[in-house]
């Protein structure tokens, strides 16, 4: 933050503020994340005299309906953003709230969703949070017992969606917004639920951080400084967790042997960052601990399990899987008619089957029949992988092949009636492998649903070509 200083808001700060911030700038989409409040009133009015400077400029709205008032909101940002030639998009969005989970955190989660699915690819997103917003976030990750990336805060510049999030009003306190917009008397709304002190957020606002502005008044500037610094210290952490996790990688699971050769704070390291690189919410200190100590001193046949929110780490002899918490298995049959380029939709959680021609294949696509059925184990199955030997046991191949047993009956059996052909991307049969004579090859893929839209959980020797 070294081109810009923290007064002299207006137009001609933004330009340079987001000249430092966003790659390619000018010549970038932006949108405005736009709730009709002081914070994003000012970087809207700021933003709409540089829209010529810009590929696009164009804000959205989003609106809850939690509080009565917010059809009157919707009417203000409309009318605000025609008064300042900026197109307006309103979503409005549904707010369900899971046990535990307060109304401000799924109002929270409900409007980044629709922000997400509104946000075009390569756009940058800028929501309008400031100096005071980070001095807030940080004393309630204090609060929280929060780490060092709790206290990192909010970053200025994040990959979001499909484009980016950017906060670059963070320099600035509220105070220097709200003069900026008086002495141009630009109206916004004031949402009186920022007055409920019940909040922790708005405790803070109301209660705490005056009376620290009183003793310390560069208090928002200082801490912001800290959060910056913690920010910097968890990049160096987590290269070295990505280092560790390259090196313990087994699949898209962990060897516990090279995670156990690391120390206790290093190996929590890098448990976190594998957790966190998949999308799902990290587990609190005492799961993480749970993982790094409990599961590791385990007996190597116990499959210990950790389980929050929706998502289980086990341990599988020596490997660490993430999967979720509860797994969707299936047992009616299902007909797939064999086409050119196949590909059958499998219900729930487990993805989808493809068959594809591919000149070095390990299927002889000629060989199958015209009509294939899909089922999931349920017992005493058996395959023969080589045409001179005998018929092997499912149960023992998926065994060797360290498949968890939560996974083994989510297993697709592609199969004749009831003679299985394929398992999987693990095995096929040697009836229909493909061999010097054959004029159309393939294989079958199995397109597992990764965890941020549910779940996958891979084991060695993946690729139907055993």
């Known amino acids: 933050m070294a081109g810009v200083t923290r007064s002299s808001f207006g137009p001609d700060w933004l330009d340079r503020r987001l000249a430092e911030l966003l790659p390619g700038y000018p010549r970038v989409a932006v949108c405005v994340a736009f709730s009709g409040g002081l914070d994003s009133t000012a970087l809207l009015a700021a933003l709409a005299p540089l829209s010529k400077r810009l590929a696009e400029l164009r804000a959205i709205h989003v609106d809850h309906g939690i509080n009565p008032a917010s059809g009157r909101w919707s009417r203000h940002c409309r009318t605000l953003a025609r008064v300042l030639h900026v197109p307006l998009g309103v979503r409005r969005v549904s707010v369900s709230r899971a046990r535990g989970t307060s109304l401000e955190a799924a109002a929270r989660a409900a409007r980044y969703e629709a922000l997400a699915a509104a946000l075009k690819p390569g756009e940058f997103l800028l929501t309008a949070h400031h100096e005071d917003?980070?001095?807030?976030?940080?004393?309630?990750?204090?609060?929280?017992?929060?780490g060092i990336a709790g206290l990192a805060a909010m970053p200025e510049i994040v990959p979001f969606a499909s484009g980016w999030l950017a906060r670059p009003l963070l320099p600035l306190p509220r105070a220097t917004l709200e003069r900026w917009l008086r002495d141009r008397g630009i109206p916004w709304i004031e949402d009186d639920s920022n007055l409920d002190e019940r909040i922790d957020r708005n405790y803070l606002r109301l209660k705490i951080v005056p009376l620290l502005r009183a003793r310390w008044p560069g208090a928002g500037a200082a801490v912001a400084r800290s959060a910056r610094h913690a920010a910097q210290a968890q990049r160096i952490l987590d290269r070295l967790a990505r280092m560790d996790v390259e090196r313990?990688?087994?699949?898209?699971?962990?060897?516990v042997p090279r995670?156990?050769?690391?120390?206790?704070?290093?190996r929590r390291n890098a448990i976190r960052f594998?957790?966190?690189?998949?999308?799902?919410?990290?587990?609190?200190?005492?799961?993480?601990?749970e993982i790094a100590r409990t599961l590791f001193t385990a007996r190597a046949d116990a499959n210990p399990v950790v389980e929050w929110g929706d998502v289980a780490v086990q341990r599988h002899a020596n490997r660490l899987l993430?999967?979720?918490?509860?797994?969707?298995?299936?047992?009616?049959?299902?007909?797939?008619?064999?086409?050119?380029?196949?590909?059958?939709?499998?219900?729930?959680?487990?993805?989808?089957?493809?068959l594809v021609e591919d000149a070095r294949g390990p299927v002889d696509l000629d060989a199958l029949p015209p009509k294939l059925t899909i089922?999931?184990?349920?017992?005493g199955e058996r395959i023969r992988l080589d045409a001179r030997g005998p018929r092997r046991a499912l149960k023992d191949l998926l065994q060797s092949a360290r498949v968890p047993p939560a996974e083994r009956a989510r297993v697709p059996l592609v199969c004749d009636g009831e003679r299985v052909l394929i398992v999987g991307d693990l095995w096929i049969d040697a009836a229909i492998r493909a061999g010097p004579g054959s004029?159309?090859?393939?294989?079958?893929?199995?397109?597992r649903i990764s965890l941020r839209g549910k779940s996958h959980v891979t084991y060695p020797g993946r690729g139907a070509s055993r």
């Open 248 to 255: 313990a990688a087994d699949g898209d699971a962990l060897s």
């Open 375 to 379: 089922r999931w184990r349920s017992g």
């Open 274 to 289: 594998w957790i966190a690189r998949a999308g799902v919410p990290l587990p609190d200190a005492r799961r993480l601990e």
């Open 322 to 354: 993430l999967r979720p918490r509860t797994l969707t298995v299936h047992r009616s049959p299902i007909e797939w008619l064999v086409t050119r380029d196949a590909k059958l939709q499998l219900p729930g959680d487990l993805g989808t089957l493809e």
């Open 439 to 447: 004029r159309r090859r393939g294989r079958l893929v199995w397109h």
């Open 259 to 266: 995670l156990r050769a690391l120390d206790l704070d290093r």
């Open 133 to 146: 917003d980070q001095l807030e976030t940080v004393l309630l990750q204090l609060m929280r017992g929060a």
